[in-house]
């Protein structure tokens, strides 16, 4: 594993699981268990302790890995499977199928290691993305506590505004997870082309070439 596909990976668990953190301080703050203010803390937050919530951002977005990906299920997101590729490259004749992909990964790192971390930072933020989007969804929540408590509608737009950036979320996620799976076949199928039998030099007929020696 490259640095590059490791900072990828590493964002991809931080990033939500900063969502995370913000989603259970504010439910804490909604069900008045704790007295906080983002401000005040955020202006005296220094270097050691943001490396250390950092880290427990990323141990926490690792843990809700999993629970993200059955959120993102329940959005019910067509996608673009193996099906459609071969629909779209009919003069391919293609027999692996959907269930090969990790195969076929691991035989693009085999073959170049740059071209497979290119393709693997497209997991990396889709799955981030899907992390987002629950950590999105969870803050929803804790809007609807506190319009549930205060009957104060602007919560409700909240809970409205963050529930539509959730669903966004979860369809870059989508769009992501297709590009990972459509990127690894598409360099499998890029290993079996002869460049010399589909790229070739222009050659002139014989009637023309022999009148552009005469100009000469």
């Known amino acids: 594993m490259s640095s590059r596909l490791g900072i990828y990976d590493i ?8 969502l995370y953190l913000a989603a259970f301080v504010e439910f ?3 069900m008045d268990l704790i007295k906080f203010d983002w401000l005040t803390a955020l202006n005296k937050l220094e270097i050691v302790p943001s490396l ?9 977005g690792s843990a809700l890995d999993g629970i993200s990906v ?6 019910k997101l ?3 499977g193996l099906a459609v590729f071969k629909e779209e490259h009919k003069d391919w004749k293609i027999e692996f199928e959907d269930k090969d992909w990790a195969i076929l990964r691991a035989y693009v790192y085999t073959k170049d290691l740059n071209v497979a971390n290119e393709i693997e930072r497209h997991n990396a933020l889709s799955i981030m993305m899907k992390n987002i989007s629950l950590g999105l969804a969870l803050l929803s929540v804790c809007e609807l506590i506190q319009l ?3 009957l104060d509608w602007r919560f409700g ?3 409205v505004i963050l529930m539509f950036f959730s669903y966004q979320a979860a369809i870059q996620a989508r769009n992501m ?5 459509r990127s690894i076949y598409e360099t499998i199928i890029a290993y079996r082309l002869k460049l010399e039998d589909i790229v070739k030099p222009v050659t002139l007929a014989p009637a023309r070439a022999k009148r552009k020696s005469q100009r000469k």
């Open 28 to 30: 804490a703050r909604a």
């Open 157 to 159: 737009v909240l809970v």
């Open 78 to 80: 067509r996608s673009k």
């Open 70 to 75: 059955q959120w993102y299920r329940l959005f």
């Open 177 to 181: 997870q297709d590009w990972f799976y």
């Open 52 to 60: 250390g919530l950092a880290l427990i951002a990323f141990v926490i």
């Open 11 to 18: 964002f991809s668990r931080i990033v939500p699981g900063s």
């Open 148 to 150: 549930l408590k205060t």
